[in-house]
């Protein structure tokens, strides 16, 4: 019996030895090529070792509270991914099926209602979230060499999350979502040269249609997560590589810190160590970005406005996504030249890493730079505030050669003339001949 | 590049006059129009009627000034210009028999479909009246609403008579407030009009379905409809209010003359909606406060406000269902029945049928009832969302007081 017993331990043992000698590598191969793993891996280094390794990990001792928002804006993505895949199980992009399917999925499909005000919601915080992360890269001078490369990267992966908004933005197919894009790829057509291309290329149409909302659902969910996956995972590899930056009044010495964030040898360990201090920072800040995103989802629904109708101009249009707010507030207060002033001032921090390159990078001695990031980022949230308190009335109400242009007739809703009762108009001659008046 | 620019211009220059030589060859045939006849002798003179005259429908049609006035065109000195069968300005009363010449034979008027009773029902109108009977040159003649060169059609927006300018029209003698002083008449008709629910339909909505003041009076015919007539007149386009009305009570007095029908309670000009939570006390300017009528109109004022406010009320939660979401097509299906029954409301407080505006009121109230039994199941569904949040947060808080003090274990 025990000789029997044995034999099958023994047999187990084989077995099991045996399919981890052949998945370890492949297993590797696949977290290497994720980019979740780096470091000198190879065939031989057992996923249970690697794994031992990387809790092992200890972080530079400036990394703290103030790094959150970049992990929280991965934690966004990651439920705006798992949110989306769910709502796209019901979701069908068609000028006929949208709206209902919207419907369908808030009041019909179970959970239905929060998979998607937390999809909605997460698309506003992503925004915030990534522009704090920004903000934190911006004025510790993360951007520096050698990391002016993740610089680009993260501005590309901001475009990506703005893309992201303006594509999901039409989706619900209601009125607000139509006419907020009618109006974006109006003012898309109106920049020199390249406008009208991209806005009739978004578009397909002379209107937005149905083929604007395949365009644009193509785009959200097959396109732009691709791009954003690469670019993740292009951004989260260069920071393995070249480390968390300084604190901003010490030397880089991100060289130490570099290859497996392990110290030289035979120096004391310093720094946090990944498992268990860093991950559990990491999950009490997941933790409470979930409860609120939920709880924003919960008590702030993003509410549903009538089917699209491209007869019938709304009287108000609520603005549902961070960017479209600050748009507006800044060109109700600005003005145009305010809005293409901001966004130059926007567009020109692509730039910084090219221009700032010295090793300084206390915020005293950058006045310049510190005073344009202030200006940009301050400026983005209070006018994010502003944007929220302004009611939005479609512009294409006031511009009729606009709505003239495009052939869409003004319905119902539109102010009716001031129209007084007409009296005979004088005629072209004296009216004192008898007979005549 | 700009050569060939030049040669086409050159081209589209010649081309040009070439189009000018064949104009110059149609003005020699016989069917000419009053522009373009350089021999005709009245413009040397009378410019400015040519100018009017052209713009009108009668040069259109190939009439020329000798139609009317009589003459020698073919002559350029007023003396023998003016010879002959010549009337330079007619009368107000000649203004009428000239116009009736031609509109008034059918064989004339059949090619444009225009009708040949002007002349005859302006005799019976107060205008006619006053101008054919009486000689008063107070009234009007057909050129004081028409113009007397520059006539355009009903259907012309600049037209007199085109629908919205019909009022204006009217109301440049009867706004005279010294002319109508002599004739014991308000001056606030216009005014009074522009207010009231047709005048809104017209001049706002641009609604020509609802009538100007010729819908009422009469064009050419223009009186004052009689008192036993108020209800017909109303009842040509309110067609199943008079029906009703007739049923009612108030029918036959009203057709008996007795009462002034619909004007009773709308006024004439003003034509006013009357606001449902006034209904009873207009009933009492007639009945007395305590009569049984008096509260026959009380209970109409509580059945139609009743069901308007229930109306208004589903109103709201259907804006409210769908603005969360929901996919409202039934209930908005209910709102019409509501909606059909409240209309028919409308129409049954004319008769002052009482046990069927309450069946309609019933009507109205079981289909809202039940938009409103849904919105607020909907409502309190959506309240019971609120519920994850307990244990939502139940999970987050412990998590966190979890890792604080792991963490704080952690630093020491």
């Excluded at chain 1, 996923?47 to 992990?71: M, N, T």
């Amino acid at each position: 019996m025990r000789r029997t017993l044995n034999a099958v331990h023994g047999w187990l043992v084989g077995v099991w030895e045996d399919i981890k000698a052949s998945t370890d590598s492949s297993l590797l191969g696949m977290a290497r090529f994720v980019g979740l793993l780096y470091g000198p891996i190879d065939r031989s280094l057992r996923i249970d070792l690697a794994l031992r390794k990387s809790l092992r990990y200890r972080l530079a001792p400036q990394v703290g509270w103030r790094h959150a928002p970049g992990g929280v804006t991965y934690l966004l993505f990651i439920v705006l991914v798992v949110t989306g895949v769910l709502m796209a199980a019901y979701y069908r992009p068609s000028v006929e099926e949208a709206y209902p399917s919207v419907q369908h999925i808030v009041s019909e499909a179970r959970f239905g209602w929060l998979v998607r005000d937390l999809h909605y919601w997460c698309a506003n915080l992503i925004v915030i979230a990534v522009l704090a992360h920004m903000a934190r890269v911006f004025f510790e001078a993360a951007y520096k060499p050698p990391r002016e490369t993740n610089w680009l990267i993260g501005l590309l992966l901001l475009f990506v999350v703005l893309a992201f908004g303006a594509t999901g933005y039409l989706l619900p197919w209601d009125q607000w979502s139509y006419w907020t894009v009618t109006e974006v790829l109006n003012a898309v057509a109106h920049i020199p040269l390249v406008g009208r291309p991209i806005a009739d290329a978004a578009m397909g149409d002379v209107i937005p249609s149905g083929a604007t909302l395949s365009r644009f659902f193509a785009l959200h969910v097959i396109v732009l997560p691709w791009i954003a996956f690469a670019l993740l995972g292009y951004h989260f590899t260069l920071v393995r590589r070249r480390g968390i930056a300084p604190a901003m009044d010490s030397e880089d010495e991100a060289a130490r810190w570099r290859s497996s964030g392990k110290h030289e040898p035979g120096e004391k360990p310093q720094g946090v160590p990944f498992f268990p201090t860093h991950l559990l920072r990491s999950f009490s800040v997941a933790v409470l970005t979930l409860a609120v995103a939920i709880t924003l989802a919960v008590l702030f629904p993003r509410v549903l406005a009538d089917p699209a109708d491209p007869y019938a101009l709304p009287d108000e249009l609520v603005s549902t996504w961070v960017p479209v707010d600050v748009s507006l507030a800044l060109i109700r207060l600005a003005g145009p030249w305010g809005f293409a002033l901001f966004t130059l001032l926007g567009v020109s921090l692509v730039l910084i890493p090219l221009l700032d390159r010295g090793p300084e990078r206390r915020l005293r001695r950058r006045p310049i730079v510190a005073t344009l990031g202030l200006t940009f980022f301050v400026g983005y949230l209070a006018l994010w505030i502003a944007g929220r308190a302004i009611g939005s009335v479609p512009p294409s109400a006031s511009l009729g050669e606009a709505v003239e242009e495009r052939a869409v007739p003004v319905g119902s809703s539109a102010r009716p003339p001031q129209v007084q009762p007409a009296r005979p108009a004088a005629a072209p001659e004296n009216a004192d001949e008898g007979g005549g008046r | 590049m700009i050569g060939g620019g030049v040669l086409l211009t050159l081209v589209g220059v010649v081309a040009a006059s070439e189009g000018g030589g064949i104009t110059a060859t149609r003005a020699a045939l016989p069917q000419r129009s009053v522009s373009q006849d350089s021999t005709y002798g009245c413009i040397v003179c009378h410019a400015d009627k040519r100018r009017a005259f052209s713009q009108g429908v009668h040069a259109e049609r190939g009439i020329r000034c000798e139609d009317c006035h009589g003459g020698d065109p073919s002559q350029y000195e007023t003396p023998a210009a003016h010879r002959g069968r010549f009337v330079g300005s007619p009368t107000k009363r000649e203004t009428v028999e000239l116009c009736a010449s031609c509109h008034s034979d059918p064989n004339q008027m059949r090619q444009y479909g225009l009708s040949v009773d002007q002349l005859a029902e302006f005799r019976t109108s107060r205008h006619g009246q006053l101008l054919m009977e009486q000689r008063n040159r107070d009234a009007p003649t057909c050129t004081d609403c028409h113009h007397a060169h520059l006539i355009r059609p009903a259907s012309d927006a600049r037209s007199e008579i085109y629908p919205s300018n019909i009022p204006g029209t009217c109301a440049v003698c009867h706004e005279n407030a010294s002319l109508m002083a002599k004739y014991g008449m308000p001056t606030d008709q216009l005014e009074r009009f522009t207010v009231g629910a047709h005048g809104v339909a017209v001049f706002e909505k641009r609604n020509f379905a609802a009538p100007t003041c010729i819908g009422c009076h009469g064009s050419h015919a223009a009186l004052p409809p009689a008192v036993a007539e108020i209800t017909h007149v109303c009842g040509k386009c309110h067609v199943l209010l008079a029906r009703a009305f007739y049923e009612g009570p108030h029918g036959e007095p009203a057709q008996a003359g007795g009462l002034s029908g619909c004007v009773g309670c709308h006024s004439n000009h003003g034509t006013e909606r009357i606001p449902p939570e006034q209904i009873g006390e207009l009933c009492t300017t007639c009945h007395d406060a305590e009569s049984r009528m008096a509260a026959v109109g009380f209970e109409i004022e509580e059945q139609v406000g009743r069901a308007g406010e229930e109306l208004a009320a589903a109103a709201v939660a259907i804006d409210e269902m769908a603005a969360n979401g929901r996919e409202t097509a039934d209930d908005r299906f209910r709102y019409q029945a509501a909606f059909t029954a409240y209309q028919q409301l409308a129409k049954v407080q004319h008769s002052l049928d009482l046990e069927q505006l309450e069946e309609l009121g019933r009507e109205v109230r079981s289909n809202t009832g039940i938009i409103r039994a849904t919105a607020e199941a909907y409502a309190e569904e959506r309240w019971e969302h609120k519920l994850v949040l307990i244990p939502v947060w139940f999970l987050a808080l412990s998590a966190l007081v979890f890792a604080w003090f792991k963490l704080r274990e952690l630093g020491r």
